[in-house]
């Protein structure tokens, strides 16, 4: 009787350690890390915790071009939610402290000037899943990637409707997650441009790798200049916000085009998105320059090894980072342990960027 009850408990206990062997090799423990997140608010050119201390961005974008698809395809499901809790805990395990989200229009918005409640209530739970894991979000937000996905009522409004759309959607959103201190900052849309090529509509130019990552705010400008349109739409948007939630900053993923510095008043933060190129380091090493001009921090949402390797971009990261408060470089849904045998020279390109990230965490953050 013994013998069987110690053999019992034996065999429990292999299980166990089995499982979290697994746990181990996936990169995610399912427990709660424990980690206390802090309102994060922008402080001069820094971003501060809510005891005054320095803190750094260093985080991965997922959604848009990063994990299998856009954040809301997956928690249409349970085994979506699965797969987003898993991915959370991996990127938390590279050691990310941050995840940039998009968040599509359409899927928020039933018309300019109602919510979708069930696209609310899912960023809510993603919202309640990144204060477990203790991951921020930078919520990116009214993308129109997909072009093929656009509503005829949202693709027919004219600028001033589309406008009232956007401060629908962003209030909604501001009112609804604006108390977590999980939410790092609401970054209004990815590379916004105004009135270029109108007769393409809403999102001009051809998809890159599926998906429009550059969107009109407007189709004219009306005798006005085009960042006077983009400083009125930022403004608006940001009175939107603010009725909800005054303390969480507000910045726009701008491409690192000089003129956006002008739009730096305007904001609490400012990001660019930038793919620094080995062969020209000195138009990279400019533009961080250019935008630190503003007295608010500045950050790169976007930046990976498109143009150089994984130590070039870490070299530059490394020289930049006294100006530079925070780094988002890209996750697609694969730890290097997943990648495993490299079948492709991306997958090589992302396995080796990734290990790169990693190992670099610790003196990021």
Same mark, same amino acid.
């Given at each position: 009787?013994?013998?069987?009850?110690?053999?019992?408990?034996?065999?429990?206990?292999?299980?166990?350690?089995?499982?979290?062997?697994?746990?181990?090799?996936?990169?995610?423990?399912? *427990?709660?890390?424990?980690?206390?997140?802090?309102?994060?608010?922008?402080?001069?050119? *820094?971003?501060?915790?809510?005891?005054?201390?320095?803190?750094?961005?260093?985080?991965?974008?997922?959604?848009?071009?990063?994990?299998?698809?856009?954040?809301?395809?997956?928690?249409?499901?349970?085994?979506?939610?699965?797969?987003?809790?898993?991915?959370?805990?991996?990127?938390?395990?590279?050691?990310?402290?941050?995840?940039?989200?998009?968040?599509? +229009?359409?899927?928020?918005?039933?018309?300019?000037?109602?919510?979708?409640?069930?696209?609310?209530?899912?960023?809510?739970?993603?919202?309640?899943?990144?204060?477990? /894991?203790?991951?921020?979000?930078?919520?990116?937000?009214?993308?129109?990637? /997909?072009?093929?996905? =656009?509503?005829?009522?949202?693709?027919?409004?004219?600028? @001033?409707?589309?406008?009232?759309?956007?401060?629908?959607?962003?209030?909604?959103?501001?009112?609804?997650? !604006?108390?977590?201190?999980?939410?790092?900052?609401?970054?209004?849309?990815?590379?916004?441009?105004?009135?270029?090529?109108?007769?393409?509509?809403?999102?001009?130019? @051809?998809?890159?790798?599926?998906?429009?990552?550059?969107?009109?705010?407007?189709?004219?400008?009306?005798?006005?200049? =085009?960042?006077?349109?983009?400083?009125?739409?930022?403004?608006?948007?940001? %009175?939107?916000?603010?009725?909800?939630?005054?303390?969480?900053? /507000?910045?726009?993923?701008?491409?690192?085009?000089?003129?956006?510095?002008?739009?730096?008043?305007?904001?609490?933060?400012?990001?660019?998105?930038?793919?620094?190129?080995?062969?020209?380091?000195? +138009?990279?090493?400019?533009?961080?320059?250019?935008?630190?001009?503003?007295?608010?921090?500045?950050?790169?949402?976007?930046?990976?090894?498109?143009?150089?390797?994984?130590?070039?971009?870490?070299?530059?990261?490394?020289?930049?980072?006294?100006?530079?408060? !925070?780094?988002?470089?890209?996750?697609?849904?694969?730890?290097?342990? @997943?990648?495993?045998?490299?079948?492709?020279?991306?997958?090589?390109?992302?396995?080796? %960027?990734?290990?790169?990230?990693? %190992?670099?965490?610790?003196? =990021?953050?």
């Amino acid at each position: 009787m013994k013998s069987n009850q110690h053999l019992r408990q034996l065999f429990l206990l292999t299980v166990l350690l089995l499982l979290l062997s697994a746990s181990y090799k996936n990169g995610k423990s399912r *427990q709660p890390t424990n980690t206390r997140l802090q309102h994060i608010t922008a402080d001069g050119r *820094q971003l501060i915790d809510e005891s005054g201390r320095t803190f750094r961005v260093w985080g991965l974008n997922y959604g848009a071009g990063g994990g299998d698809g856009l954040t809301a395809h997956f928690w249409t499901s349970e085994s979506g939610w699965e797969e987003l809790t898993k991915d959370w805990y991996d990127m938390k395990g590279l050691g990310a402290n941050t995840v940039r989200v998009h968040l599509q +229009a359409h899927e928020f918005l039933l018309d300019a000037e109602t919510v979708n409640a069930g696209a609310i209530e899912n960023l809510q739970r993603l919202v309640s899943l990144s204060e477990e /894991v203790g991951m921020y979000l930078l919520i990116t937000g009214l993308g129109a990637y /997909v072009e093929a996905d =656009q509503p005829i009522w949202y693709n027919g409004l004219d600028d @001033e409707a589309r406008w009232v759309a956007h401060e629908t959607f962003w209030g909604e959103i501001a009112k609804a997650v !604006g108390h977590s201190p999980a939410v790092l900052g609401y970054d209004l849309m990815n590379e916004p441009i105004v009135a270029v090529k109108p007769e393409e509509g809403w999102t001009p130019g @051809e998809p890159y790798g599926g998906f429009n990552y550059v969107q009109n705010i407007a189709l004219s400008t009306n005798g006005k200049t =085009q960042m006077e349109v983009l400083g009125e739409w930022i403004d608006r948007l940001t %009175a939107a916000i603010r009725a909800y939630d005054s303390r969480h900053f /507000v910045t726009v993923g701008f491409l690192s085009f000089p003129v956006y510095n002008t739009m730096g008043p305007r904001l609490s933060c400012m990001t660019i998105h930038l793919y620094p190129k080995e062969d020209d380091v000195a +138009a990279s090493d400019k533009s961080i320059d250019d935008f630190t001009s503003n007295r608010i921090p500045l950050m790169v949402t976007e930046i990976s090894p498109l143009y150089g390797s994984p130590n070039f971009i870490a070299d530059f990261i490394r020289r930049h980072n006294n100006r530079v408060s !925070g780094w988002i470089w890209h996750y697609h849904g694969e730890t290097p342990e @997943e990648i495993g045998e490299p079948e492709t020279i991306i997958k090589a390109l992302w396995k080796e %960027a990734l290990t790169k990230f990693r %190992a670099m965490a610790p003196q =990021q953050k």
